[in-house]
């Protein structure tokens, strides 16, 4: 089976518990099996990408380490103490030659991957040319030994689950305050739309959004997930079952859809898609499908709370079955939903707004100071040319003095030469009393 489930007591199920894998006998070694091809493609299916940006590295050196048998029996006798102490990642230096040689070149890959990815984002977020320091900068992905690219040692394995693990711990966390942020942007573009209507448009459209906000909360009741009676539901509308026949034992096995007597976070969250549908339709304007989602992960996180004692993520039959025996599960309180908790305050709207406002603001001043920048650019790019137009005007005058020396114009010399060194005006008149003579009659 996935790694996953093969230690379903041991921490390693928290970093697993998203890729959905299904089990595969220990007996069997799967380098020797051949699936088809429409058995690849469920398998592609049931097992969703976890959310992590190496996902693919995690998946594929799970499946590697899977096809061991001697370290795919220490993971079955591994308890989650020594998984945390580091002691699963020792039993690397055991597992035979051609798995070592796998993890080799997939790490060798990954690295590249990653360089790769660093250059990319260095060219498109500075454009500035500067030399890329990879080793750096390989710093940030703590999941894999930077410093040795070149083969996967009992380092890598460690980094590999501490880092898969702290992730998917936080990663509900992370949604929840996205979608806080998702929440929050939306109502500051809403209020933001409103200034821009005139009074009577205005009242119009709140009008219409508190009677949306009306239509939406108006639906039926809403089961407290986990419960007697939301079960009861799956069992006889999901399962088609005689809700008097309801047993708690049958119900696990029914939605146990992997048979690894486990109800993981998606078999729970599968659960609550009654409850859901009765909240929420794609087709209706009030109803808001990323709501949706955070609210099937409350649900689920709900559950976890109540029913997962050893707190490693899954839901064993024993667990669940303790758990029917409570009164949260026979008499449980009301289900808050989302329309009853808001994701926000009003305090909160008010601090992402100034926020916002902030970052409006300091954006319109580094455009400000990048257009300043750009007119100086080209203030200097037009004395530039004045001076470049001037220096080529001066060398070409330079230029035609130089060629005037050189070679100047024809007859200049002799008539200077002719009048003692001064040239002969061509418009003197000639002289009076030698005109006279001849122009005189006889007598």
């Given at each position: 089976m996935w790694w996953s489930r093969t230690i379903c007591q041991g921490f390693l199920l928290l970093l697993c518990l998203l890729v959905y894998v299904e089990a595969v006998p220990v007996a069997i070694d799967k380098t020797k099996i051949n699936p088809p091809e429409e058995q690849k493609e469920e398998k592609e299916k049931?097992?969703?990408?976890?959310?992590?940006?190496?996902?693919?590295y995690l998946r594929e050196v799970i499946d590697v380490l899977e096809t061991d048998q001697h370290f795919r029996e220490k993971l079955q006798n591994t308890d989650m103490e020594d998984i945390k102490a580091g002691k699963l990642a020792k039993e690397l230096?055991?597992?035979?030659?051609?798995?070592?040689?796998?993890?080799?070149?997939?790490k060798r890959q990954e690295v590249n991957r990653l360089r790769s990815l660093i250059k990319a984002k260095q060219d498109v977020e500075t454009g500035k040319g500067l030399a890329v320091d990879h080793e750096s900068l390989l710093k940030q992905f703590e999941y894999l030994n930077h410093g040795n690219p070149h083969t996967f040692e009992i380092d890598d394995l460690n980094k590999l689950i501490t880092t898969a693990t702290s992730d998917l711990e936080n990663f509900d966390k992370e949604h929840h305050d996205e979608f806080k942020r998702y929440e929050m942007m939306k109502e500051h573009e809403r209020r933001e739309y409103l200034k821009t209507l005139d009074e009577e448009k205005r009242k119009a459209e709140e009008q219409h959004?508190?009677?949306?906000?009306?239509?939406?909360?108006?639906?039926?009741?809403?089961?407290?997930?986990?419960?007697?009676?939301?079960?009861?539901?799956v069992w006889e509308e999901t399962d088609g079952l005689d809700p008097l026949d309801f047993d708690p034992k049958t119900f696990f096995k029914l939605h146990d859809s992997n048979g690894d007597d486990f109800l993981d976070e998606q078999e729970l969250e599968a659960l609550f898609t009654k409850e859901l549908e009765k909240m929420y339709d794609p087709k209706n304007e009030e109803d808001d499908m990323v709501e949706m989602e955070e609210e099937r992960i409350r649900m689920?996180?709900?559950?976890?709370?109540?029913?997962?004692v050893n707190k490693d993520r899954l839901v064993s039959l024993e667990e669940f079955l303790v758990s029917t025996g409570k009164r949260e599960f026979l008499e449980p309180d009301s289900w808050e939903t989302?329309?009853?908790?808001?994701?926000?305050?009003?305090?909160e709207m008010k601090e992402f707004e100034q926020h916002l406002a902030e970052q409006e603001h300091d954006l319109k001043n580094k455009a400000d100071n990048l257009n300043k920048q750009r007119e100086e650019l080209e203030r200097q790019q037009e004395q530039l040319n004045a001076?470049?137009?001037?220096l080529q005007r001066a060398v070409e005058h330079m230029d035609k003095l130089k060629t005037q020396q050189e070679h100047p114009p024809p007859g200049t010399n002799e008539e200077q030469a002719h009048d003692g060194g001064h040239p002969i005006e061509s418009n003197q008149p000639l002289s009076t009393g030698h005109h006279e003579e001849q122009t005189k009659p006889h007598q």
């Amino acid at each position: 089976m996935w790694w996953s489930r093969t230690i379903c007591q041991g921490f390693l199920l928290l970093l697993c518990l998203l890729v959905y894998v299904e089990a595969v006998p220990v007996a069997i070694d799967k380098t020797k099996i051949n699936p088809p091809e429409e058995q690849k493609e469920e398998k592609e299916k049931e097992n969703p990408d976890t959310g992590l940006y190496y996902d693919r590295y995690l998946r594929e050196v799970i499946d590697v380490l899977e096809t061991d048998q001697h370290f795919r029996e220490k993971l079955q006798n591994t308890d989650m103490e020594d998984i945390k102490a580091g002691k699963l990642a020792k039993e690397l230096d055991f597992v035979s030659h051609n798995v070592r040689t796998r993890l080799d070149e997939m790490k060798r890959q990954e690295v590249n991957r990653l360089r790769s990815l660093i250059k990319a984002k260095q060219d498109v977020e500075t454009g500035k040319g500067l030399a890329v320091d990879h080793e750096s900068l390989l710093k940030q992905f703590e999941y894999l030994n930077h410093g040795n690219p070149h083969t996967f040692e009992i380092d890598d394995l460690n980094k590999l689950i501490t880092t898969a693990t702290s992730d998917l711990e936080n990663f509900d966390k992370e949604h929840h305050d996205e979608f806080k942020r998702y929440e929050m942007m939306k109502e500051h573009e809403r209020r933001e739309y409103l200034k821009t209507l005139d009074e009577e448009k205005r009242k119009a459209e709140e009008q219409h959004y508190e009677e949306m906000k009306k239509k939406h909360a108006d639906h039926p009741k809403v089961n407290h997930p986990g419960s007697q009676d939301q079960l009861k539901e799956v069992w006889e509308e999901t399962d088609g079952l005689d809700p008097l026949d309801f047993d708690p034992k049958t119900f696990f096995k029914l939605h146990d859809s992997n048979g690894d007597d486990f109800l993981d976070e998606q078999e729970l969250e599968a659960l609550f898609t009654k409850e859901l549908e009765k909240m929420y339709d794609p087709k209706n304007e009030e109803d808001d499908m990323v709501e949706m989602e955070e609210e099937r992960i409350r649900m689920r996180e709900h559950v976890m709370n109540e029913v997962d004692v050893n707190k490693d993520r899954l839901v064993s039959l024993e667990e669940f079955l303790v758990s029917t025996g409570k009164r949260e599960f026979l008499e449980p309180d009301s289900w808050e939903t989302l329309e009853q908790a808001p994701a926000f305050t009003e305090e909160e709207m008010k601090e992402f707004e100034q926020h916002l406002a902030e970052q409006e603001h300091d954006l319109k001043n580094k455009a400000d100071n990048l257009n300043k920048q750009r007119e100086e650019l080209e203030r200097q790019q037009e004395q530039l040319n004045a001076q470049k137009l001037e220096l080529q005007r001066a060398v070409e005058h330079m230029d035609k003095l130089k060629t005037q020396q050189e070679h100047p114009p024809p007859g200049t010399n002799e008539e200077q030469a002719h009048d003692g060194g001064h040239p002969i005006e061509s418009n003197q008149p000639l002289s009076t009393g030698h005109h006279e003579e001849q122009t005189k009659p006889h007598q």
